[in-house]
């Protein structure tokens, strides 16, 4: 997405040069008109390109088309053939209420960087991108198929991957496409109860007071998979540790542990260390969050640390992180309900 708004800001460059060229009265008013764009997820290039027929066509790749429509900039994006986002650059530079009156009906996950939105109904992911006063709103297609949903014989079906908070369509982590430790260490870690996925702040009080995230708001697996995914439990995975056989094992170049379930099958789950802020520790062990919290006054969630000794949850066996605050950054390894 954020390759497609740097697109569309060097359009909106030539567009605005070519439009300071134009005749008009000095003390016209200008009419506005939000641009309520096609959030017809699945459509092909063909359908959007005829409802955008009236438009002049700035671009016109495999994967995108980009408009300009009374001083706006509109981009459609596909992923394999299918329109999955829509961004709108306005033609001039609006107050904030105006925009927000395009999301009636959405529910705020998130204000850190952008604002983040999101509406169930329609699966559609919406930020607002705030640059000088100048906004970039977008609407992004979630619920797609991220991962498979393996049965290991247990009371959830496991994700086969991690997930992933990268760009480019990288949907999952895991050792098969990571490309390097900063892919791994950017992207794969997030702080606890998080539905954005982005944020570095290490405040605590920037993060959800819950005693469970699993399947609310504050879910990033939820938020960014849909469907039936959700943040595991802590009981969750208590079962995949007593009920499963664990083998370290190493996959191209990465280490971590096969589980093997009661019925045969299995999924791997790597190493990955955690996050406090922008800094990255014990890249050789495993921190994977679940989504519930410890019970008392205690601000530590469950989190299951692993090392090629010993695994548990928060067991203090694995040095480095046993007790974590929620601000730190660790793996989501989603599961569905059968």
Known sequence: MKNITLLILSLMALACFSSCNDEGEENAIPQYSFFKPYLEWGSSKTQIASKMADCVVLLDTDNTLCYQSEG?????AFKNGKLNTVVVIPERALPLDEILLAFNGYTLL??????????????????????????????SQYGLDMANAVDLGLSVKWADVNLDMGYDDYAALTPENIQDDMTRYFNGLIGWGDPTGIKKSEIESDYPKASSISGTIYDVAKVKWGGKWRVATQSEFQELISACIWIWEERNGYYGYKVIGPNGNSIFLPTTGYRIGLSWYSSDKGYYWTGTMRPGTSPYPYVLNFDKANK???????????????????????????
């Open 110 to 139: 998130g204000e850190y960087d952008n604002m983040v939105y999101l509406n169930e109904q329609s699966n559609t992911i919406a930020e607002i991108e705030d640059s000088n006063g100048f906004y970039t709103i977008s609407w």
């Open 312 to 338: 548990g949850l928060n067991t203090s066996s694995v040095s480095g992180l046993a007790y974590p605050f929620k601000h730190f950054g660790c793996a989501i390894r989603p599961v569905q309900d059968e």
């Open 72 to 76: 706006e900039t509109i981009a459609y």
